[in-house]
């Protein structure tokens, strides 16, 4: 082998190694010098007990017979009267399509009886006119979303659709005659559903809940003087049936109540007479206001609270058994990570006497067009890995001040060496 070829393949192993070290060497240092950010948002932190109770208020059970169709009528929490109808009940098919033929012909009469109100002997291109008028305005509607008045201008229109098929003199005697065939219409397809079809009328009036669970007769407000903690774990284990043709039920009080059963830690924190925000995140989502009624002495390990509220009566109506969270307070700033929190040495200059000192303060750096700006903060709470701040700001900040402060969305940076207010970052 020549010397030459030796020596050659000597310097071009060499300068694979040199490569390799160079690659290596720069990717140890960029990442040593990277700078790594997070985008902050705004965060609520909730000081909140979690606990599971029942829903207790004044309920009184609608029932009928039994039926092979229920066609419940009010929507779930809506007012209803006493006496007025709340289901109808079906025997079988049929008598479910005479109901919709009585509800077809119905309208029909109504919108007849409205056509020979308005007719005023109006010539035929007077009512084209009307006509398509009253069409163009539906279609406005309809574009806009405009609905408040939908059921009249549809009625109108419809209307003037029958007063243009009666558009002649005898259109009065013609209308009456159309009235008096579907009034006859309608009394033999009531006396026929006589036979198959059953009305439900409230027996009181209250708020409407399709739900009737069995609880009703087992779960009232007389009821809550005497309950303890454990007539509540006795009575959440229970599970009734709801009563036999019930149809929904009637919320006949506008307070409500809700009864769980909590630590004594959590019991300390609760005041008779004074309100807790309780959430409910299951079923449905909401908060709500209540009232702390009563407050137990611990049993078993646990004290019965009872709350109560006279509000979200409707959005409530067919919740029982829920999971909910007593909110005492909730704290809003900015989540940082922890790894993004400095404590920093600053002097500051008294205004009045010129003495300065040194002041530590806690600060994050935020990654503005290349460059580290620090912005000083104030920690709210610790959350785990990361901290709840706000901004420090003087009692009446400047429009400036206010735009240089920390806000939702800056980019802070958690991995930094040496950090210092105008760094310009690279890597």
């Given at each position: 082998m020549?010397q030459g070829t030796?020596?050659?393949r000597?310097m071009?192993?060499?300068?694979f190694?040199?490569?390799?070290?160079?690659?290596?060497?720069?990717?140890v240092r960029?990442?040593?010098?990277?700078?790594?950010?997070?985008?902050?948002?705004?965060?609520t932190?909730?000081?909140?007990?979690?606990?599971?109770g029942?829903?207790?208020?004044?309920e009184?059970?609608?029932?009928?017979?039994?039926?092979?169709?229920?066609?419940?009528?009010?929507?779930?929490?809506?007012?209803?009267?006493?006496?007025?109808?709340?289901?109808?009940?079906?025997?079988d098919?049929?008598?479910?399509?005479?109901?919709?033929q009585?509800?077809?012909l119905t309208?029909?009469?109504?919108?007849?009886?409205?056509?020979?109100?308005?007719q005023d002997g109006?010539?035929?291109?007077?009512?084209?006119?009307?006509?398509?008028?009253?069409?163009?305005?539906?279609?406005?509607?309809?574009v806009?979303?405009?609905?408040?008045?939908?059921?009249?201008?549809?009625?109108?229109?419809?209307?003037?659709?029958?007063?243009?098929?009666?558009?002649?003199?005898?259109?009065?005697?013609?209308?009456?005659a159309a009235?008096?065939?579907?009034?006859?219409?309608?009394e033999?397809?009531?006396?026929?559903?006589?036979?198959d079809t059953?009305?439900?009328y409230?027996p009181c009036?209250g708020?409407?809940s399709?739900?009737?669970?069995?609880?009703?007769?087992l779960?009232?407000p007389?009821?809550l003087?005497?309950?303890?903690?454990?007539?509540?774990?006795q009575?959440?284990?229970?599970?009734?049936?709801?009563p036999?043709g019930a149809?929904?039920?009637?919320?006949?009080?506008?307070k409500?109540?809700?009864?769980?059963?909590?630590?004594p830690e959590?019991a300390?924190?609760?005041?008779?007479?004074?309100?807790?925000?309780?959430?409910?995140?299951?079923?449905?989502?909401g908060?709500?206001?209540?009232?702390?009624?009563?407050v137990?002495e611990?049993?078993d390990?646990?004290?019965?609270?009872?709350?109560?509220?006279?509000?979200?009566?409707?959005?409530?109506?067919?919740?029982r058994?829920?999971?909910?969270?007593?909110?005492?307070?909730?704290?809003?700033?900015?989540?940082?990570p922890?790894k993004?929190?400095r404590?920093?040495?600053?002097?500051?200059?008294?205004?009045?006497?010129?003495?300065?000192?040194?002041?530590q303060?806690?600060?994050v750096?935020?990654?503005?067009?290349?460059?580290?700006e620090?912005?000083?903060?104030?920690?709210?709470?610790?959350?785990?890995?990361y901290?709840?701040?706000?901004?420090?700001?003087?009692?009446?900040?400047?429009?400036?001040?206010l735009?240089?402060?920390l806000?939702?969305?800056?980019?802070?940076?958690?991995?930094?060496?040496?950090?210092?207010?105008?760094?310009?970052?690279?890597?």
């Amino acid at each position: 082998m020549k010397q030459g070829t030796v020596i050659t393949r000597i310097m071009i192993v060499l300068l694979f190694f040199m490569v390799c070290a160079y690659l290596i060497f720069s990717a140890v240092r960029t990442l040593d010098e990277r700078s790594y950010t997070v985008t902050t948002y705004s965060h609520t932190l909730d000081d909140a007990a979690e606990t599971t109770g029942l829903l207790i208020r004044a309920e009184t059970v609608v029932t009928g017979q039994a039926a092979a169709i229920v066609d419940v009528l009010p929507d779930q929490g809506e007012k209803v009267r006493s006496g007025s109808a709340v289901a109808y009940l079906y025997q079988d098919e049929s008598a479910l399509d005479r109901r919709r033929q009585l509800r077809t012909l119905t309208l029909e009469e109504e919108q007849l009886m409205y056509a020979l109100q308005g007719q005023d002997g109006t010539d035929a291109s007077r009512l084209d006119q009307s006509i398509v008028d009253t069409m163009v305005g539906l279609r406005t509607a309809a574009v806009y979303g405009d609905l408040t008045s939908l059921e009249e201008q549809s009625l109108s229109f419809k209307s003037l659709v029958i007063r243009h098929g009666y558009a002649s003199d005898a259109g009065v005697e013609e209308l009456t005659a159309a009235i008096e065939t579907l009034q006859a219409q309608i009394e033999a397809l009531q006396s026929a559903a006589a036979l198959d079809t059953t009305t439900v009328y409230a027996p009181c009036s209250g708020t409407f809940s399709a739900m009737a669970d069995g609880y009703e007769s087992l779960l009232y407000p007389d009821m809550l003087e005497d309950l303890t903690a454990a007539g509540l774990r006795q009575l959440m284990a229970q599970d009734p049936a709801a009563p036999d043709g019930a149809v929904g039920k009637l919320i006949t009080s506008s307070k409500w109540y809700f009864a769980a059963t909590v630590s004594p830690e959590v019991a300390e924190r609760l005041v008779v007479g004074r309100s807790v925000t309780v959430r409910f995140s299951r079923d449905w989502s909401g908060e709500v206001s209540m009232k702390i009624e009563r407050v137990d002495e611990a049993q078993d390990g646990a004290c019965l609270v009872i709350l109560s509220s006279t509000r979200n009566l409707a959005d409530t109506s067919m919740l029982r058994k829920q999971t909910v969270e007593i909110v005492f307070s909730s704290l809003t700033g900015i989540r940082v990570p922890k790894k993004a929190v400095r404590t920093e040495a600053v002097e500051v200059t008294d205004p009045e006497t010129g003495a300065t000192s040194t002041k530590q303060i806690i600060v994050v750096y935020v990654l503005t067009a290349a460059q580290a700006e620090r912005k000083e903060i104030e920690i709210l709470a610790d959350d785990g890995d990361y901290y709840l701040v706000q901004a420090v700001l003087p009692d009446v900040p400047t429009d400036n001040q206010l735009k240089t402060a920390l806000r939702a969305g800056d980019q802070v940076i958690v991995s930094a060496e040496e950090l210092y207010d105008g760094k310009v970052m690279t890597g």
